[in-house]
């Protein structure tokens, strides 16, 4: 199983990116998807996640009204659109996915995340 994360970049502030994260080896049209962030030096952050059927989503405090978080189960991808970017924003984003939305939408030290992608950088200069 593999969770492939694409679309990250420099980008100036103000600008946007849509990040995207491929998911293989099995469906997870049945699983809750999501993405984390960690910057230089600090904690590892929830961004963003939602429902198998993508009815239900939530956000970080930090994202929230800037970004927007999508799937496609027929392409077995989750996609992070994230518009007004800010310096701070500047992080790894990681993909994840678990069976249990409320693992990934959590603000915990170590949440309970079954499948963790690798890292897309995205750098916002000011």
């Known amino acids: 199983v593999q969770l492939q994360a694409s679309g990250g970049g420099w980008v100036q502030a103000g600008g946007s990116l849509r990040l995207s994260c491929a998911a293989s080896?099995?469906?997870?049209?049945?699983?809750?998807m999501g993405w984390f962030r960690r910057a230089p030096g600090k904690e590892r952050e929830f961004v963003a996640a939602?429902?198998?059927?993508?009815?239900?989503?939530y956000y970080g405090d930090s994202v929230k009204g800037r970004s927007t978080i999508s799937r496609d189960n027929a392409k077995n991808t989750v996609y992070l659109q994230m518009n007004s970017l800010k310096p701070e924003d500047t992080a790894v984003y990681y993909c994840?996915?678990?069976?249990?939305?409320?693992?990934?939408?959590?603000?915990?030290?170590?949440?309970?995340?079954?499948?963790w992608g690798q890292g897309t950088q995205v750098t916002v200069s000011s």
């Open positions: 994840v996915a678990d069976s249990e939305l409320h693992h990934i939408a959590n603000t915990g030290p170590n949440p309970p995340i079954d499948y």
């Open positions: 080896g099995r469906s997870f049209s049945g699983d809750a």
């Open positions: 939602i429902n198998w059927s993508g009815g239900v989503t």
